[in-house]
């Protein structure tokens, strides 16, 4: 168990590392103009500019920029922003906002998982049958509409038909409804068929056919075997999924007006605010990494195979 | 077991006792069927009703779109200056309406189309082409292992759309641009899921009975390997569309895809969404478009998976 956990670790680091520096060596390529505002852009003569951005470390070499980087990172500075809120800490801003994007986040995995995970057992119980074909056509529809027209036609029609408001404010919990609803929809489909899908593989197997022959209550059989294992593969998605709804709801955020983190991104990208966009995809995939360790660590409690195999060695 | 559980039928005829006869030219029949993969999986494919619908329209689809701005007179681009000519409903002239400046929303569609299409076959055939010669090198050769597998998690540990964004973001819009940026995300994954598959085919028993037949290694991969993997490679390829049609309509959502000037089905149906509210038609039309062209490539994908396994031949 523990080298199991720490061999995830090592893993997780050297991930984050390289993922750092693929991201950090992607952003200097990005055009030097999103490093001033507009009018120190206008105003200033190519020898200001030169001099400007040899002040900020940008035109530094690309290890010396990554260890300053590090370094301030450890620190806890994270940076200023540049165009979008001119000069103000990066910290700040987003201890500002990552509150509203978790807030979303949390009520729409639980959504998602409360759905989802029976929908997924439904649909294997009555494979070929109703509940299966209609669930069918709902993930049919999730995955190959592009999420953007799905989440456009919640807002306008749910809006409208329910008379909930089409924007999101916070002190108006009704108003959280339909950027909830958005988020949850795409992950209620992912966990129905990939439960399904398991639940199916599984059933097939022989040891259930024997569990079967042998006279074990169908009761029993799905909740002690099928569904048991059926749920490993799921469980080491979910704290990623847990994580990467932060970025799923990239579009959600903006469409919504929520002043949470994704919309941010968005927003940095428009305005060509270069430090925040470094900031914010180096958090995206910190998180994501993150997810992912966690997502080893949850399986090896559901899963008692890996406390086995470590014991063996 | 109990003898008496074993029933007997007992008219059966006396013909079926009788001794076979020999016949030297019957000796090398044993084994032979006349299966073949191709013609089988393709049986299986258009069994279904929904399949034939689907590829017919999408066999109609593209060509229309290739055909329709060669033929056509109507220029996407053209604006109009007369304001009477400005967002007119659906008519038989401009069968799907007119835009803000009067351009005509049926060419904007097709050239769109043609656009979109494009754009993500040519990902599919990049990301896949890619994929099947990275996954082939790496499952031969294992010192690939360490490499790849940082490769794959630094890749895939975070979340596509932003290395997506984060590329579009850099380099200047263009279609080159929107497909590097897709295939660069995208290949990592081809790549694992071929490895995954070739490790398994190189091992799998009928390969192994195969070599012990002292079949010749031409016979096993032209006929038990390559077969599966072309199969592969066509559902993945025919997934990949969706997906690149909708990462498209992301990025020009969030204002990093096309040019704006330039008639795509992202850039048609954000234009569209802004005049929602008043001219509905602006919308519907490109992303009724759209969602068939999705959902398509999305069923012909899943449901040629289904028939290029050989389980479900018939």
Known sequence: ?313 | MDEKTVSVPENLPQELFARAEFHEEKLEDTGFSNYSYWRSTINTFFKSTTVKVVVALVLIMAAYTVIYPMVTERDPYTVSLSAREWNLPPSREHPFGTDGVGRDIWARVWFGTRTSLLLSVAVAVFEVGLGVVIGALWGFYRKLDTVMFAIYNTLTNVPSTIYLVLIAYIMKPSVVTIIIALVATGWIREARWFRSRILALREVDYNVASICLNTPTRRIIGRNVIPHLVSLIIMDAALTIPYSIGSEVFLSYIGVGLPADLCTLGNLVNQGRSAFLVYPFQMIFPTMILCFITVSFYIIGNKFADASDPKNHL
Do not use: C
């Open chain 1, 1 to 313: 168990m523990g080298r199991y956990l720490l061999s995830k670790l090592g893993q997780a680091v050297v991930t984050i590392s390289l993922v750092m520096l693929v991201v950090f060596t992607l952003l200097r390529f990005m055009p030097t103009a999103g490093y001033f505002s507009k009018e120190q852009w206008k105003d200033m003569t190519e020898a200001e500019k030169t001099a400007y951005l040899r002040n900020m470390g940008v035109l530094d070499p690309l290890p010396l920029q990554l260890k300053n980087f590090v370094t301030n990172l450890f620190r806890g500075d994270l940076g200023r922003s540049i165009v979008l809120y001119p000069n103000s800490p990066i910290g700040g801003i987003l201890a500002e906002k990552i509150p509203y994007s978790i807030l979303l986040n949390m009520i729409s995995w639980f959504i998602s998982a409360a759905i989802g995970l029976p929908l997924g057992v439904a649909m294997a119980r009555s494979k070929g049958g109703l509940a299966d074909k209609l669930g069918t056509v709902y993930v049919v529809i999730i995955r190959a509409v592009p999420s953007i027209i799905i989440h456009f036609f919640i807002q306008v029609f749910f809006s409208k038909w329910l008379g909930l408001p089409m924007l999101f404010y916070i002190e108006q919990p009704i108003s959280w409804i339909l950027p909830t609803i958005s988020m949850s929809i795409g992950s209620i489909a992912g966990y129905g068929v990939w439960l399904r899908r398991y639940i199916v593989d599984e059933e097939n197997k022989d040891y259930i056919k024997f569990a079967r022959v042998k006279g074990l209550p169908q009761k029993y059989i799905m909740w002690r075997h099928v569904f048991r294992n059926a749920i490993v593969p799921i469980a080491i998605n979910i704290p990623s999924d847990f994580l990467l709804m932060l970025s799923g709801s990239l579009v959600i955020e903006s469409m919504y007006s929520i002043p949470g983190t994704g919309g941010l991104l968005i927003k940095s990208i428009k305005a060509m605010d270069n430090p925040m966009v470094q900031v914010l995809v180096l958090m995206y995939g910190a998180l994501s990494v993150l997810g992912v360790f966690l997502g080893d660590i949850v399986v090896s409690f559901v899963d008692p195979r890996i406390k086995l195999v470590d014991s063996n060695d």
